[in-house]
């Protein structure tokens, strides 16, 4: 039987990434965007390197969306093994906003897709991820999350006071313990990782590290055949909370 990975915002970046790595390994991967369009042309691109891969429209901020998205993958697949929520925003970088001078509006924009939308996604698909031999959860966080990392005058990040993004991941974070605790009876891990810095839509060029790199961890965990669940990890280890 054949291993099913979703991906949310599947179709660029590390979520394309970790499709294509997940995809090399003959896992089947669910490519989940909100533009039908980009998806069906990332399944496209994955399907010429010999990949199974199949679009699913989803828009993880309209939790009709999410709803519609789980009930097809329900009736074309039955279940899924992997759930990866990638999707998420960070507008800061760009704006180069100060904590004091945020908006409500982008720190509430913000928490809709990084933690309400991250957990629509996972309250509606545990039915499908129940039906799994070995389910498993991996929110995609940041140590910029790290409340111990962001507080440490020391730590290279410090710096990067992104008021809202670094309080989302936090906030998604602190789902990964509750829900690895409540999942633990249904046997399905949870946990948060956290890429580094790519070079990405998001993370911009000048970024440190590829693409591939920061996939690398994600799809560890995703294959790995006893993974661990409630923890904050990196290629390198546990991450501090």
């Known amino acids: 039987m054949s291993t099913l990975a979703f991906i949310t915002g599947a179709n660029k970046g590390i979520g ?32 010429k390197e010999g990949i199974s891969a199949h679009a699913v429209e989803i828009d993880v901020n309209n939790e009709a969306s999410i709803i519609a998205a789980a009930k097809k993958i329900g009736e074309d697949h039955g279940r899924i093994d992997i759930l990866v929520n990638n999707a998420g925003i960070m507008t800061e970088m760009a704006a180069g906003t100060r904590p004091k001078d945020l908006s409500l509006e982008t720190l509430k924009q913000t928490f809709d897709t990084n933690v309400f939308g991250a957990f629509a996604v996972i309250k509606h698909f545990v039915p499908l ?79 440190p590290r590829e693409v591939a790199q920061g996939a690398g961890i994600i799809v560890t965990l995703a294959t790995s055949g006893n993974p661990p669940t409630g923890t904050f990890i990196d290629e390198n280890g546990s991450v501090p909370w």
């Open 16 to 47: 394309f990434e970790v499709a294509r790595q997940l995809g090399a390994t003959g896992i089947i991967v669910l490519i989940g965007a909100r533009d039908k369009g980009r998806a069906d042309a990332a399944v496209a691109a994955l399907k």
């Open 129 to 207: 991820l129940k039906k799994s031999r070995a389910p498993r959860i991996i929110n995609v966080s940041s140590t910029l999350g790290s409340l111990t990392a962001m507080s440490d005058r020391a730590h290279p990040m410090h710096g990067v006071n992104f008021a809202a993004y670094n309080s989302s991941k936090t906030a998604l974070n602190a789902l990964t313990v509750a829900l690895a605790k409540d999942l633990a009876a249904d046997r399905i891990s949870v946990n948060s990782v956290c890429p580094g810095w790519v070079k990405t839509d998001m993370g911009g060029e000048g970024a």
